[in-house]
Structure formats: C-alpha cells, structure tokens
C-alpha cells in the first residue's frame, strides 16, 4: 500500500527566505509523485508532478522538488518566499493502478505560513 | 469556465437528510475521482470513475454514500441519511485519461455540515 508522510504539519518562514516542504512516500511500485497547493475555500492546485523522467523537478511559481530514491523522499523547495505563497501544500503519490484506477494518496499537509 | 466546477459550494443538512452534490468535469476527461476532505487533514479517496463505469468504490465509507456518472460527463454523488461525521469538503477531480501519471484537475468543492 502506499503512503505518504510529510514532516512539519506548520513550517514558518519569512519572506525571502527558502522554503522547505518535506514528504517521504511508501510505494512498492515506481512511484508517480505531486506536490499541490491549497488556499483557502478552494481546491488542489497542482504545483508539479514527477513521473520517471528527470529527477529534478520545476513546478510554478518557482517552485521545484527533487525525487531521491534511495531516500524515498520529494521535498519541495523555492529559493525566495513570497507572501503569497501562504496556503496548505499535499503531497501526493499514485501508480499505475491494475484497472487504470489510480486514486492519489495524499499526505496530512504541512501549512506554509510566510512572515514579513 | 475551462475546470472542474462543483455545486452547491457550501451545503448545510440536518442529521437524517438526504444530499447531492454535483460534479461538472473538464469536457472530454475520460476519469473522475472523487475525495472526502476531513477538517485539517488531506484528502481521502471515495470513488473512480472511468467514463460511465465505475471501476472503483473502495473508498466510500458506508452504503449511504452513492456515486454516479451516468453519461460519462457530470456526476453526482450522494448521501442518503447523512450523519454528522459526514461532515467534510467533498472534492471532484478529473483527468484527460487513465494513468497514474495524470495529473487530476480539481474543482473548488462542495463544504458539506451535518447539524
């Protein structure tokens, strides 16, 4: 089965300064991995996904994230905070499912607040 | 517009009522996913459709919840006699075709409170 566990429910930072969202995954099967944003009221908004090609990872708004294997991890980062990037962040993994159902698996969330 | 629009936004039941809650997929998605939201928490897989069929139900927690997408496009899913741990942002998701690569289009989804 598989999972996914991202350290840290609340990061702060302030603006300006790195952001580093962290998830490690469990999957027994070459994984597919996302990373979505959430703000308010709203819905998932996909930021990037990795899907077996280049393990660097460059998503909007300067986001990018790294998939390491030998970690099982996909920590999410962007070098410069913006105040805007305050929201909720998932990440999420799926496979190729046997019926072509792939459902994603989402972590808890880790909220991104950004201080002036 | 061009995403995955849910009605009612907001739906507020008492405990015992009936509700549907609508999904409006981007035009020509062949799969649809829906996902129960709890307060604080990610969100968690109900049901999958691909096109009319629905491959996967898994996920739903009890035979009150009904899901359908009877002509491949909108669907709906349905809570008969809901109770207040029903409670939770009902989210839609829709992706062009099957495949765990697919990114999943999600719409704003429907908040749901049991009083």
Redesign the interface.
């Known amino acids: 089965a598989q999972s ?1 566990t991202q350290l840290g429910s609340h990061v702060s930072v302030s603006e300006g300064a790195l952001v580093l969202l962290r998830c490690n995954y469990s999957s027994s099967v070459p ?2 991995l ?1 990373w ?1 944003v959430q703000y308010p ?6 930021l990037l ?1 990795y ?2 090609a280049a393990t660097l990872v460059k998503g909007i708004n300067g986001f990018e994230a790294e998939f390491k294997k030998s970690e099982t991890s996909f920590h999410l980062t962007k070098p410069s905070a913006h105040m805007s990037d305050a929201a909720e962040y ?1 990440c ?1 993994v ?4 046997e ?11 880790t909220r991104l607040s950004v201080i002036a | 517009g061009a995403g ?1 629009s ?1 009605s009612p936004r907001y739906k507020v039941a008492k405990r015992g009522q009936d509700v549907a809650l609508r999904c409006d997929p981007i035009s020509g998605h062949v ?1 649809l ?1 829906w ?1 129960q939201q709890a307060l ?6 109900l049901t ?1 459709f ?1 096109n009319e069929a629905q ?2 139900k898994s ?1 739903l927690p009890s035979d009150r919840f009904f899901a359908e997408r009877p002509e491949g496009s909108v669907s709906t899913l349905k809570i008969q006699r809901t109770q207040q741990e029903d409670s939770a942002v009902y ?1 839609c ?1 829709s992706s062009f075709r ?12 429907t ?1 749901l409170s049991i009083l």
């Open positions: 996914v994984p597919y996302f979505y009221n709203q819905g998932l908004q996909l996904k899907t077996s998932f999420a799926s496979d190729d499912g019926s072509g159902n792939t459902p994603l698996v989402f972590g808890k969330g | 995955v849910q799969s996913f996902y604080g928490q990610g969100p968690e897989f999958y691909q491959l996967d996920g989210l998701a099957q495949g765990g690569n697919q990114p999943q289009h999600f719409g704003d989804g908040r």
